[in-house]
Structure formats: structure tokens, C-alpha cells
């Protein structure tokens, strides 16, 4: 396999961008990225996006958004993978230049969610329709199960899940492309509406709409057009049962597990050896199963982390969703996973201003679709 690099990245504001197609938030954002990378041509494109025909009524956005950048013939695909989606639109565009079939392709995400009328039903299409939807869940009520199994099996605690949000919120509020950039309390989060027990309306990410993309490109081919780029050093993804009753257990994500086991694997490195995350923090509880199941804290021990600032950018032992996370920044589905990657470009390249890590130089985004149905790991390194 040949070295791949990140070599520029753009992406709009999050939010309800209500003035604005999914064309044009899709063309600013990969436009940006164009211009930062400084390339004049691309090989492919492939652009993450969980239900353009539910949110928007438009499907076949490969062509459309490759018409509207002006740059066909050029191969465009949409990837699915629901909100795993931006996660796995990077991972082709790696693979595509992994194998030497393309020296520069960009990955790109979008979703535009604002505009559909019943969000909640479009996004449920994305569990199990006959075990799990048609029963009445939702996906506030899947994350509440999962949070009220990991309180009964390991006495995670209501304060904890807020502070998940505190947290990530904090970091949202020094992110000028966040859509909820602003800071919360404990007090905010544990008397905001009740969306499904005991997740309420700050545990919850909101609904958005955004779009973010990356050049990514062949190391050998990338020294020639800039001088500061970032190494992908593991891509890897796993899947699990889609329905949250099939699985052996509530509070351990099956194909996180997994995606991490060969990511770690792939990178040669261990969960101590980096210096920040990003992951999907789709709720609260999600942020702390997922920390664990990445292997940076004992199993049932997240919650205790994040209460201990073990997550936070200020002297964490590993700083968790710098960018605001899902929660304070965004969850455009489709896109979410391409301003993983962003928020982890940026960083390691030292351009994250007020939420900066010191000396971060390894990072890993970790993207989710469902109930952890399927999930996308990546870790970039920079020299
Ligand atoms: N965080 C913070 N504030 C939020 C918010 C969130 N997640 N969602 C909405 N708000 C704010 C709105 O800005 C609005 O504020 P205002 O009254 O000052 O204008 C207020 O809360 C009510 O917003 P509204 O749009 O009416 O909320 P809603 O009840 O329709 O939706 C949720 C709230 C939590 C149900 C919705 O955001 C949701 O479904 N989130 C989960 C999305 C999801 O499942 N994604 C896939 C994950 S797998």
C-alpha cells in the first residue's frame, strides 16, 4: 500500500442553514478544501451522505455535486453508511489512493437536515425497521437504554453524562464553525427537557445541517504541492448486529471494539500513544462507552474520566471531542465524519487556535452509524 496524506480541508458553518442548498453547502466546503490544498485537479470523489432522499428529495448527489463543482467527467459516488457515513466516504478515498489507482481524491460529507419534515423517522430508517422502529424506538430511546444499562451494570451517574456536555460545549464555544457555540452547566443539562430517560435535550446532538471535505492524496505525489500535510496511519472499520436486543451486551460496542483492535494494529501504536479523539458523541452515554471501548479507560470507568477531566483539552490525560463534538458543534450525519477527520488535521497541524492541544501529534476520529451498528476508526500522525 502506498503512504497516504491529508493535504487540505474545508467545511461550512454547522447549523440551520436555511439560505442554502445541499449543492451549495457541499461546494463551499469542498471548494474551501480545493483552494487549501492548493491542487488544480482531482482523480475521484466520494461524498458521505445518509439520506439526501428523505431529508431533501434529491438522491444521486455523486453527479449532481460533481456538476455543481464543475469538474466532471470526474467518478463521484455517495457512500452510506448512516451517520458513519462521512467516516467511510474517507476510507474509500484512502483505499483509492492506498492502491495506487488515484494520486489525489477528495472525501467529502453533507447533510441537510433542517429542511425535512419528520427528522426523526428519516434518521430511525437507520435501525432495525421491523424489531426496533415499528415498535415505537427511536434513536433517543436506543442511547437511553444503552445509558441506563451502563448506570445499572457499572453506577454511572446522571452528573457524569452532563458533564460529557459541559465539556464538550466548552470546547464548542471556542469553534467558530459550531453550530451550538456556547458554554452549558451541570444545572443546564440536568433540568433540559426530557427527550427519552434519562437522556434529555443537552445529552442529545441537535440537527443539522453542514458539510465538510478533505484532499486527501499519495504522500509521493503530495511533497510536490505542500509542505505540510498529515499522515493517515490506520483506516479500519467493523460492523456489529444492527439491532441493539441482538447483541451480547448494551454497554460494549461491539464493532468499535473491533475497528480499534485493527486500527491500533495497523498504526503500531497503543491507546496511550494518542494525544487526542475525536469520536461520536451522538449522546452523552455514547461519548463514555465509546472511550472505553477505544481502550483509554477500564470498562465502566468512563464516566468517572470525564467528572475527573481526564478528557478535557486543559491537562486531560486524553482530550476528547476538542472540535465541541457532536453535541456543540453539530451532527450533520453524512458530514460529521469528514469534520472528524478536519478537527484532527487541524490540530495536528497546530491551527486550532484557542482549543489547541500542546504537542498533539498523533489523533484518531472514530465515526459511528445506528446504534454501533457500523463503525469507522482513522489515526493520523504528523512527523
Ligand atoms: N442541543 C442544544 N440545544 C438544542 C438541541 C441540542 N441537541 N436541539 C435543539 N436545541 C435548542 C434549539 O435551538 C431551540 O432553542 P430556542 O428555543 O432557543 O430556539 C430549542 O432547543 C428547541 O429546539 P427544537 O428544534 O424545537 O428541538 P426538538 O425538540 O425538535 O429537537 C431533539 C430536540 C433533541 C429531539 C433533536 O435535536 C434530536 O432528535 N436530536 C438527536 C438527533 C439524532 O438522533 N441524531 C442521530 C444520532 S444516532
Redesign the pocket.
Known amino acids: 500500500m502506498r503512504e497516504v496524506v491529508v493535504i487540505g480541508a474545508g467545511m461550512t458553518k454547522f447549523g440551520e442553514l436555511w439560505n442554502k442548498s445541499i449543492r451549495d453547502i457541499f461546494v463551499e466546503a469542498a471548494l474551501k478544501a480545493i483552494e487549501d490544498a492548493g491542487v488544480d485537479y482531482i482523480d475521484s470523489m466520494y461524498i458521505g451522505s445518509m439520506s439526501p432522499g428523505l431529508f431533501t428529495e434529491q438522491e444521486h448527489i455523486g453527479a449532481l455535486m460533481a456538476d455543481y463543482l464543475g469538474i466532471t467527467p470526474v467518478p463521484a459516488t455517495r457512500v452510506e453508511s448512516a451517520?458513519a457515513s462521512g467516516g467511510a466516504a474517507f476510507r474509500q478515498a484512502f483505499l483509492e489512493v492506498a492502491s495506487g489507482a488515484s494520486n489525489i481524491v477528495l472525501a467529502g460529507g453533507v447533510e441537510k437536515m433542517t429542511d425535512a419534515e419528520d427528522?426523526?423517522a428519516a434518521?430511525a430508517t437507520a435501525a432495525d425497521q421491523e424489531y426496533e422502529v415499528y415498535q415505537g424506538i427511536t434513536?433517543?430511546g436506543l442511547y437511553a437504554l444503552i445509558a441506563r444499562a451502563h448506570m445499572h451494570q457499572y453506577g454511572t451517574t446522571r452528573k457524569q453524562l452532563a458533564e460529557v456536555a459541559v465539556k464538550n460545549h466548552r470546547n464548542g464555544a471556542k469553534n467558530p464553525n459550531a453550530q451550538?457555540g456556547f458554554e452549558v452547566t451541570l444545572e443546564n443539562v440536568v433540568n433540559s427537557t426530557m427527550?427519552a430517560d434519562p437522556l434529555r435535550?443537552?445529552d442529545?446532538?441537535?440537527?443539522t445541517d453542514g458539510a465538510a471535505a478533505v484532499i486527501v492524496a499519495s504522500a509521493e505525489v503530495a511533497k510536490n504541492i505542500k509542505k505540510d500535510f498529515v499522515r493517515v496511519i490506520a483506516s479500519a472499520q467493523a460492523s456489529d448486529t444492527i439491532a441493539l436486543h441482538s447483541r451480547e451486551s448494551f454497554t460494549k460496542l461491539g464493532s468499535v471494539v473491533k475497528a480499534a483492535e485493527k486500527a491500533y494494529r495497523m498504526a503500531g501504536i497503543k491507546p496511550k500513544d494518542v494525544n487526542l479523539v475525536e469520536v461520536h458523541d451522538?449522546f452523552t452515554i455514547a461519548e463514555i462507552v465509546v472511550s472505553e471501548d477505544l481502550g483509554f479507560f477500564e470498562k465502566g470507568k468512563g464516566g468517572e474520566a470525564v467528572e475527573q477531566g481526564l478528557t478535557s483539552i486543559e491537562g486531560g490525560k486524553i482530550p476528547i471531542n476538542t472540535s465541541g463534538g457532536l453535541?456543540s458543534k453539530g451532527?450533520p450525519?453524512g458530514a460529521t465524519g469528514i469534520a472528524q477527520i478536519i478537527e484532527v488535521y487541524e490540530q495536528l497541524l497546530g491551527k486550532s487556535g484557542a482549543r489547541q492541544v500542546k504537542n498533539a501529534r498523533i489523533g484518531m476520529t472514530q465515526n459511528m452509524g445506528?446504534s454501533g451498528a457500523s463503525c469507522v476508526i482513522h489515526i493520523l500522525e504528523v512527523k
Open positions: 451517520c427528522v426523526t434518521l434513536f433517543p451550538f427527550v435535550l443537552l442529545c446532538s441537535p440537527v451522538c453535541k451532527h450525519v445506528g
